[in-house]
């Protein structure tokens, strides 16, 4: 029986459906929320094996308590889901520098804060699994999500060197990168106008966000069997390092990346000329002394 720990549990996301799959399992979970209240009902149908706790996790403070409250009900931390995050739509240029700030404080420092206070027990059991739910957006840019995908492209970076920090203790760390998913994400943008300064952005911004609006309740990806193939996934052996969820995200990221690669490629003449020439290797006609 493993106890997991998840971020951002509001009902309808990717959050409650790794908790209700973990429950399914026999598991025990600590579900986390900004607001509990929607979780109380689902919180009283499981008594014994469901603690739910208010959770701002971009307060450190609140993180650690949360944490210690998790310890000290079921004995430790198997499963850590760093889920909790959301976009909003915002130019490069044009962002206010608090809303970046902001931005980076939920989905980026926030998992590092979370991360950092349940890896000491994972240490000290040998054991763990870690979890970060990026986006298709952390392997791809996005025009008007920019900061958003910045965020999640850190994510990714952090994600793969944790990973190799870890492994020699007994510790797994898996990222996870959805495409569109039919989660309550999409409904925040119908109450939100874009609030771009630079007009040259803004046809580019609200064109964004109306096809975010009207992708809500349509998005091809079902949550529930994302999370089942993510703990596919976790079952594997070796697992992989990352799992893009959903047939456009496959499609999509794949290739963003073959063309990342063709494009380094093609100046491979230029990458490795930047070198020092090697000791002892021929010289050009032009590089040798004249006799």
Known sequence: MRTWFITGGTPGGFGMAYAEAALEAGDRVVLTARRTEPL??????????????????????????????????????????????RGWVGSVEGMPGAAVRDLFELNFFAVLTVTRAVLPGMRARGTGWIVNMSSAAGLRGVPGFGYYAAAKHAIEGLTATLR???????????????????????????????????????????????????????????????????????????????LVLGADA???VTGTLEAALADIRANETLSRGADHPRTGAASSPAQRPRT
């Open 250 to 252: 496959f499609d999509a």
């Open 40 to 85: 109380r009902a689902w919180a009283e149908a499981n008594p014994d094996s469901v603690l739910v706790v208010p959770l701002d996790v971009t307060d450190p403070a609140q993180v650690e308590e949360a944490v210690a409250a998790a310890e000290a009900r079921f004995g430790g931390i198997d499963v850590l889901v760093n889920n909790a995050g």
């Open 164 to 242: 190799e920090e870890v492994a020699g203790l007994g510790i797994r760390v898996l990222a996870v990168e959805p495409g569109a998913f039919r989660t309550r994400a999409y409904a925040g943008f119908a109450g939100e106008p874009v609030r771009e300064p630079i007009a040259d952005y803004a046809p580019l911004l609200e064109g964004v966000r109306a096809a975010m609006i009207a992708q809500d309740g349509r998005q091809p990806g079902d949550p529930r069997r994302g999370v089942r193939a993510v703990l596919a996934a976790m079952r594997q052996d070796p697992p992989p390092h990352r």
